[in-house]
């Protein structure tokens, strides 16, 4: 699919080449700003804001760098852009920070309107922000290293060990209480 | 404490147990694996607990889809911006006014020049007629330049020096403009 849009690129023929790339990546794209944003309708802004720039951008696509790499660049930085446009908002990036710790706290004993669901997805939102996002992710892209690798634009390596660790950390943060205690 | 998966996993096997349920591991390291496992409990039963998590987090994780309308909508975006101009058009579109630039400096260049030979050719007239006139009430400058036929060549080499010397001056500015001649 690429090779036939870059053709496309090389001839000339943005516009053409454009009407393969929406199909192409727009779901993709979707997936990393919602792992990003964590919110379906800020990704979906985010979405169209960074397809609007890749038309702005793709006659001076040079093809250095792989389309889909050069794709989710510009997906991150717009999403980073609203993450700080969003600012100030409340953040548990940081696991030992007060308000993860009061965090991870609610989630032992917050409400159980649908307790399975709503512990696991508030444990989620409790790891370090690279780590939610590897997981979100790894699991809307059925658990493929190499497409988070890619979106996140990370090595293979880092993107296991991210995974490893906030699985790991996720396992400890689910087992119930009498369990830890014991 | 008697439950194994709160002692963890042996250090040597936890992420290949992960890599193992992932499905990135080798056939040859995930039959060591395995086997491993077939024979500890901790390993065991850490790998159960993670298999149990992974199926959650896959089950469970929000698995948003884009709006029905979502392509209408960045079209109507696009159909409001201006087509890209690709990066070679644009070097086109700049060279083009360089060269546009650099022209019309030549041609001012040269009418300049030329403004300047009819200038210089003119007030060589200008001279010879005013040179012409004194000599008429002058006798003894008169007879500097001879008499007859012989006062009008000198008159018109004095003139005809004047009108070289105004072009080359002419032709030397517009050389030091480093220009050239029109093309």
Redesign the interface.
């Known amino acids: 699919m690429d090779a036939g849009i870059e053709d496309l690129l090389a001839a000339?023929r943005?516009?053409r080449a454009f009407d393969l790339v929406?199909p192409a990546y727009?779901?993709r794209v979707?997936r990393l700003a919602?792992s990003i944003l964590k919110d379906?309708a800020a990704?979906?802004d985010a979405?169209?804001e960074t397809?609007?720039r890749v038309?702005?951008?793709?006659?001076?696509f040079?093809g250095r760098a792989q389309l889909g790499t050069w794709i989710y660049a510009i997906t991150r930085n717009t999403c980073l852009m609203e993450l700080r446009r969003r600012r100030p908002m409340v953040s548990f990036d940081d696991p030992d920070s007060t308000e993860a710790q009061h965090a991870a706290a609610s989630v032992a004993s917050g409400p159980a309107a649908d307790p399975?669901?709503d512990n696991?997805?508030r444990l989620?939102e409790t790891l370090p922000r690279n780590q939610q996002e590897a997981?979100?992710l790894f699991?809307?892209e059925d658990?493929s290293?190499e497409a988070v690798a890619e979106q996140l634009g990370m090595p293979l390596g880092t993107v296991?060990n991210l995974?490893?660790r906030a699985?790991k950390r996720?396992?400890e943060l689910?087992?119930p209480d009498e369990?830890k205690a014991? | 404490m008697n439950d194994p998966t709160l002692i963890g996993p042996c250090a040597d096997y936890e992420h290949e147990l992960v890599e193992l349920h992932d499905g990135e591991l080798s056939p040859e390291r995930a039959r060591i694996v395995r086997l491993h496992v077939q024979q500890c409990l901790r390993c065991r039963s850490w790998a159960a607990e993670f298999a149990a998590l992974d199926s959650r987090l896959a089950a469970e994780l929000p698995r948003p889809a884009l709006s029905p309308d979502f392509d209408s909508r960045l079209r109507g975006r696009l159909s409001t911006l201006a087509v890209p101009v690709a990066r070679g058009e644009l070097r086109s579109l700049i060279e083009l006014e360089h060269d546009s630039l650099i022209e019309s400096l030549r041609r001012a260049t040269w009418r300049r020049g030329l403004l300047g030979a009819i200038g210089s050719a003119a007030a060589t007239l200008g001279v010879l007629a005013a040179a012409k006139g004194l000599l008429a009430h002058s006798a003894d400058w008169a007879s500097l330049l001879g008499d007859g036929p012989e006062r009008w060549v000198a008159m018109g080499t004095l003139g005809a020096t004047i009108a070289v010397a105004a072009l080359a001056w002419s032709a030397m500015r517009r050389g030091a403009m480093g220009l050239g001649w029109p093309r």
């Open positions: 000339g943005h516009a929406v727009k779901d979707f919602c379906r990704a979906e979405t169209q397809l609007v038309w702005k951008a793709l006659p001076g040079d399975e669901r696991l997805l989620v997981v979100r699991y809307l658990r290293y296991k995974l490893h699985r996720l396992m689910a087992r369990v014991a």
